[in-house]
């Protein structure tokens, strides 16, 4: 399947580029715990991979080693040819992330939030690209809107738009559908297709298996920092998820 690199919804602009992410033997250790052990998997361009796993299977551990924001014990994370060990800052520039802390100021309008951060990325002409970023989540009408009056959804939809400003190659969601109602719930489903039709690599860490299911192209199973299986297009997400979780 090809996949088009830059369609007029949604365009990448990341300085540093690549077209896949190798996580190769990577482990972390915090003292004498070990929150991630041995984990490898590979992403391509043009996909969405899912981390499914239980609390503390290690899902937002290896999330912050894929943004950079934490160093692997052991192993190498590849961007393309570029290694996060020696080219972390450069990196950050083509990497997304969406977390629990949603970054978002609630005494600033949804307009004036997006404008910040694309002027903090260096976006041209930000006031432009926070209007088409509204006009992506659906909010243009809310633009002058504070954050704060904002229901979650919207205040998701909003911070998705905050991590994609920039036009990253890597977008990183940590439980992006938490307290999503079905409507934003289907934004956000419509947006990652967007991105995967523009060319982005896409990694969700949910338990949400339910609206997860059809979305990914590869799902990464974990479990107490270990990594149970890989599986290629996984179809009866819930129940996929129940036969590796039971293997011994």
């Given at each position: 399947m090809t996949h088009s690199t830059s369609p007029p919804s949604t365009t990448l602009r990341a300085s540093v580029d690549f077209s896949d992410l190798t996580v190769d033997d990577v482990s972390r250790h915090f003292g004498r715990r070990r929150a991630v052990s041995r984990i490898s998997f590979q992403a391509s361009r043009g996909s969405v991979l899912g981390l499914l796993g239980p609390n503390g299977a290690g899902k937002s551990t290896l999330l912050a080693m894929l943004a950079t924001l934490l160093r692997p014990s052991t192993g190498r994370i590849r961007y393309g040819t570029y290694d996060a060990t020696e080219q972390a800052a450069a990196l950050r520039a083509a990497i997304g992330v969406l977390g629990h802390d949603l970054f978002l100021y609630p005494e600033l309008t949804?307009?004036?939030?997006?404008?910040?951060?694309?002027?903090?990325y260096g976006v041209e002409k930000p006031r432009d690209a926070a209007s088409r970023a509204l006009q992506q989540a659906g909010l243009a009408d809310r633009?002058?809107?504070?954050?704060?009056?904002?229901?979650?959804?919207?205040?998701?939809?909003?911070?998705l738009?905050?991590?994609?400003?920039?036009?990253?190659?890597?977008?990183?969601?940590?439980?992006?559908?938490t307290g999503l109602d079905d409507a934003s719930t289907g934004v956000l489903a419509a947006r990652l297709g967007s991105l995967r039709q523009a060319g982005a690599i896409v990694i969700v860490a949910t338990h949400d298996l339910d609206l997860a299911d059809g979305m990914f192209d590869r799902a990464v199973f974990l479990?107490?920092?270990?990594?149970?299986?890989?599986?290629?297009r996984p179809g009866a997400l819930r129940s996929t998820y129940r036969d590796v979780m039971s293997r011994a």
């Open positions: 949804a307009q004036e939030n997006l404008e910040f951060f694309a002027a903090l633009a002058g809107d504070l954050v704060s009056s904002f229901s979650r959804g919207m205040r998701q939809r909003v911070a738009e905050r991590a994609l400003i920039h036009g990253p190659r890597l977008l990183l969601l940590d439980e992006p559908f479990r107490e920092g270990r990594m149970l299986d890989v599986v290629d």
